[in-house]
């Protein structure tokens, strides 16, 4: 194929550009993971990688137990089965059991021998805090940002007690409960402001907006949150609409605080599969362009889940510069989809994106999700660093790791940042 430019210096190309995003450390700007001071609630090691809510869903494709049964079984168990019935008695190729073979293969352990006993003996003998620090290095990890809920009766009292933050993992304010879930939500309000009422007032508002404002404070919330169902409208006379034009984004505005909007999952299809339970579907994109149109002066974070609303997102965000699109989320996060999403995304927005979060839900994950989303990005900015030299342009190293350095994190640190939108 004649590209224009040698074999030489596209394999220069490839070697530079593929070493620059491996060295370059990340900023994961979602992830489910936990400062090491929440204890239990920072999941590693094998039995949390291999009853992670992906595999249990992988599971069932094969195995007969019933859920009842399945849930019944001690973790060490339920790991076995999958393990059992994933790897052992079925080659592990998708994507979310290779990543466990990938994540045990960086740690030197291996994986040839499919023996589990000898992987946990490994992990038995590793301590927590060096854990966390061999992670962070593994994966080339410089920051985390947590999913924080002041909804959750097991992170909240340690918010509410204190502690001495580790600072590799910032804070993420989550409010489903409060748009997805009124007025159901408002008993559990009333503890922080009992000003709160079902009914929608001016007064209700204002307590929602004190609850955003302490919680905001309280976690050092870098974005707020918020998982949205592929049926999501706006504006529309509901009660979503309402709390959002009335407390939420002017609440973001004040702190100048991007909203965070993933778009698309149908929580519960199969609610015996419990957190593996939750399914997906087309989403109206037009909620997000009347959202972004209407409040110029907020900014907003988005993901979407189905694969048929990522080009329209993406020209969402021509439009709007207040829109910052980001991470393939969930069961867009597979080789085949983060190639055709990551290359969408560049040829229609540059570097003004983040290409990838990990949504790691045990700490181990990182190393896995990023491993193989690293190399997606370095072959796709490959190509079309070599389409540009193919006209005559130069990139020089320098440039190369600019580049890099926005796609992990620099350009989502920016979009933060900025204060005001044209
Ligand atoms: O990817 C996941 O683990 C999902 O279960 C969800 O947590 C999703 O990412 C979300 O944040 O709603
Ligand atoms: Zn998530």
């Known amino acids: 194929m004649h590209t224009g430019i040698s074999d030489r210096r596209r394999a220069q190309l490839a070697e530079q550009v593929d070493r620059t995003v491996h060295e370059t450390p990340v900023f994961d700007i979602h992830t489910h993971l936990y400062d090491p001071a929440f204890g239990p609630l920072l999941l590693y090691g094998i039995d949390d990688l291999l009853t992670y809510h992906y595999l249990v869903a992988e599971v069932f494709r094969y195995s007969s137990l019933p859920y009842a049964d399945f849930w019944r079984l001690p973790k060490k168990e339920q790991a076995d089965h999958i393990w059992e019935h994933l790897f052992v008695r079925h080659s592990p190729i998708s994507e979310a059991c290779r990543g466990v073979l990938t994540t045990l293969q960086s740690f030197g352990l291996e994986v040839g021998p499919r023996e589990l006993p000898r992987i946990r003996q490994w992990y038995a003998e590793q301590t927590p805090e060096a854990f966390v620090n061999l992670c962070f290095e593994t994966a080339n990890l410089r920051q985390v940002c947590m999913t924080n809920s002041p909804f959750d009766p097991l992170e909240r009292p340690l918010w509410e007690k204190g502690f001495?933050?580790?600072e590799r993992f910032v804070g993420g304010l989550r409010i489903d409960p409060v748009l997805l879930d009124w007025p159901n939500v408002v008993p559990q309000l009333q503890d922080d402001d009992d000003a709160i009422q079902s009914e929608l007032n001016q007064e209700t508002f204002d307590g929602i907006r004190r609850f955003l404002e302490k919680w905001t404070q309280i976690l050092k919330a870098h974005y707020l949150m918020v998982s949205l169902p592929p049926s999501f409208q706006y504006p529309d006379k509901g009660p979503i609409t309402q709390i959002l034009d009335r407390a939420v984004l002017p609440h973001c505005r004040e702190h100048h605080l991007p909203l965070a909007l993933m778009i698309g999952v149908k929580r519960a299809v199969n609610p015996a599969l419990q957190l593996a339970g939750d399914g997906m579907g087309r989403s109206d994109l037009q909620a997000l362009e009347s959202l972004c149109q209407a409040h110029p002066s907020n900014s907003f974070l988005c993901t979407v889940l189905a694969r048929e609303n990522q080009h329209e997102l993406c020209v969402i965000a021509r439009k709007f510069p207040n829109l910052h699109v980001f991470g393939c989320w969930w069961f867009t996060n597979i080789p085949e989809?983060?190639?055709?999403?990551?290359?969408?995304?560049?040829?229609?927005?540059?570097?003004s994106v983040t290409p990838q979060h990990s949504d790691a839900r045990v700490l181990d994950q990182v190393i896995y999700k990023w491993r193989h989303s690293r190399q997606i990005i370095a072959s796709v900015l490959t190509e079309k660093y070599v389409d540009l030299e193919?006209?005559?342009?130069?990139?020089?190293?320098?440039?190369?790791?600019?580049?890099?350095?926005?796609?992990?994190?620099?350009?989502?640190?920016?979009?933060?940042?900025?204060t005001g939108f044209p």
Do not use: K, Y
């Open 164 to 166: 001495t933050r580790d």
């Open 337 to 351: 989809l983060i190639n055709e999403m990551t290359r969408l995304r560049l040829e229609l927005l540059g570097l």
């Open 390 to 418: 193919g006209t005559g342009w130069t990139v020089s190293q320098e440039e190369i790791q600019r580049d890099v350095q926005s796609l992990l994190g620099g350009e989502f640190e920016r979009f933060c940042n900025q």
